[in-house]
């Protein structure tokens, strides 16, 4: 593996005038490589880059099916690299190599998804009557900034660049510190497709340094923005500066309804990738589940054999799919998670199953079971973003609705039951911007995402999502006679 890592910008793989960062892995806690730090200089080049290009027609004024045809077949550029991305992606991140790959087939969906959207999105025409003709056209915005998180720095990157470019804007990408290494082949699938020199451009830099040039760049059409609340708002207050729009997607504190007369069986599936899939650090886990009384112990016995079957090691170690989780992103991630298992101790909680580090070098949490939560506590309003599951209980259907919309986020929800009319109810009344019905993560690329609350505004994924990189123009055109 390289031992330094360039960033990428107007066709070229530059240093950063910010030097170096040291990339960790958190699977063994050493240093695996350096990756350049870019500087507000390099932020300019890489947007006046974008607008060059933008400014130029080289992408706006294509028509869409030639767009659609070289962002699919960046996706295939991904799926043919997938034995390079994925090991790099388990090494800077920590998740299994076979989570990896999920993630980078997941990056390529989002290529062809978006890639067959471009030629959909079209017009109307409006009748003013016989002395009018009237239509609409929606153009891109032109600069998209796109900052990255570290928890699925592939697919991230991939959701908003692939709808960015198949509706004709160019992009600047500010990659994670944390996980930048597998951003490089964003880089490389533009070249391999024809992307014109200065339509992507990828660099890594510090969030309040980099993030924040990028975030306030006069020269920026549009945001989007993954990552946590503060940063969100900091990033919402500087687009509002330059008036353009941004779209925030900031995580949440999920919550899993489980009925009396839900298959628990079934559900112990849903534990198991709603907590535990990338050991926990996903916007939209179950991080609450809000059980009915009567069949609590039992559901807890279950979730706790769920998360006592697997197996935590390093990433690198587990190719196969299979009963297991990786390290967190970085020590001081779990750490914090650590802490706030305490914490929630400390305020009467229960720790039915883990909650401790693992006695191993690098980023290990124990997958851990909270019982004895209550709506009150800091647990069960605040985002652990680790392999914590919140457990509460509940009486009344309303009563269970109450507890799950206590919270300031609402990306997702869930409704365990066998009773369609309580489903349908539990639907209408989540204060979320999706619900899932018997099947944690129920959806795909195609059903749209974002969230209500804190969790932020705008919708990824979807055709909605096409509607965040485009401005809608009227043409009213008076004919004579
Ligand atoms: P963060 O919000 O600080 O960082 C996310 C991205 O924003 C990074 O690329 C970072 O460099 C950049 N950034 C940071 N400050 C910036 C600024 N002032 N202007 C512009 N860009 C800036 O998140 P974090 O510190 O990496 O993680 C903290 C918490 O955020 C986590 O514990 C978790 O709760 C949440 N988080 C949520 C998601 C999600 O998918 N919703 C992803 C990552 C983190």
Redesign the pocket.
Known sequence: MKTYWQNYIDGTWCDGGAGRIDVINPGTGEKLAEQALADAGDVDRAVMAARRVHLSGALSDLRPVERGRMVRAMGRYLLDHIDEIAPVLTLEQGKPLWEARIEVEGAARYFEYYGNQAETVEGRSIPLGKDYFDFTTYEPFGVSAQ?????YPVEMTARSLSAALATGNTCVI?T??LTPLSNAWFAQAAEAVGLPKGAVNILCG???QT??AL?AHPHVNQIV????VP?GI??ATAAAQNVVPCVL???GKSAAIVHDDADLAAFENDVRWGIYFNAGQV?SAMSRVIVHDSVHDELVDRMVGVAQSLTVKPGVEQPEFGPTMGAMVSEG?RD?AAQMVSDAEMQGAKVATGGRKLNIPGAFLEPTILTDVTPDMTVANE?V?GPVLSVLKFSSDDEAIKIANNTAYGLVGGVFTSNLDRATRAARHLRAGQVFVNEWYAGGVETPFGGYGKSGYGREKGREALWNYVQTKNVAIRLKG
Request: proline residues 7%.
């Open positions: 900052i990255i998180p570290w928890n500010k994670p510190e510090l969030g309040h993030g924040a975030s923005f993954t990552g946590s940063t900091a990033i997607e900031l995580g916007c991630q914090r985002e973003f």
